[in-house]
């Protein structure tokens, strides 16, 4: 493409980058971002965001994290000055709470909402997992009345985590009135 005079696009880039990392390719990834940065071909955050998804399904978290903390910063060590949202910050605070920094994934959940972006259900039901199985009851029914209070239903996965933290803590009860209430919503149980 190059070769024939051509000047490859952000999306045309993205896409490169998106079947790099679906081959796992993650490293070939890196350096067409960067090979991208030097074509003055600016990535975006979808860019950005399909990098952040391949490096944490590939367990390098804190390469996503220095690539989003660039984003937020702006300061362009990637050469990156897209600013992250809600699915950048939703990929890594998801993969966080995977490997247990849980810590680290309420920080940048804080940092998130401080610049504005709002959580979405996602984030929300991540945070509500990883707090639940570590058996932080208080600061999970906390943040799920937190997420209810601003207008986020509760998905299939929030109502799951919610149930198995219930049936984990012995309130079989409480768990059956949770799945009427789920399918009373019109979300079928899995």
Not at 115 to 141: F, Q
Request: glycine share 8%.
């Amino acid at each position: 493409m190059i070769r024939r005079g051509y000047r490859p696009s952000a999306v045309t880039f993205t896409c490169l980058v998106k079947g790099l990392c679906v081959e796992d390719r993650i490293d070939e990834a890196l350096r067409l971002l960067e090979k991208m940065v030097k074509f003055q071909c600016q990535p975006t955050v979808m860019t950005c965001g399909t990098l952040i998804s391949g490096l944490c399904r590939a367990g390098k978290t804190s390469v996503a994290l220095r690539l989003h903390e660039d984003m937020a910063k702006g300061n362009g060590g990637f050469g990156v000055y897209c600013k992250p949202n809600v699915v950048t910050y939703g990929i890594i605070i998801d993969r966080l709470c995977k490997d247990g920094r849980i810590d680290e994934a309420k920080e940048l959940f804080i940092e998130m909402k401080d610049r504005g972006i709002l959580p979405d259900v996602i984030v929300y039901s991540a945070l509500i997992h990883v707090l639940y199985y570590n058996k932080k009851w208080e600061a999970g029914k906390a943040l799920l009345r937190e997420m209810v209070h601003c207008g986020i239903k509760p998905n299939l996965v929030t109502f799951n985590v919610l149930i198995a933290a219930l049936c984990s803590r012995g309130n079989v009860n409480d768990s059956r009135d949770l799945l009427k209430l789920m399918i009373q919503r019109g979300i079928s149980p899995d």
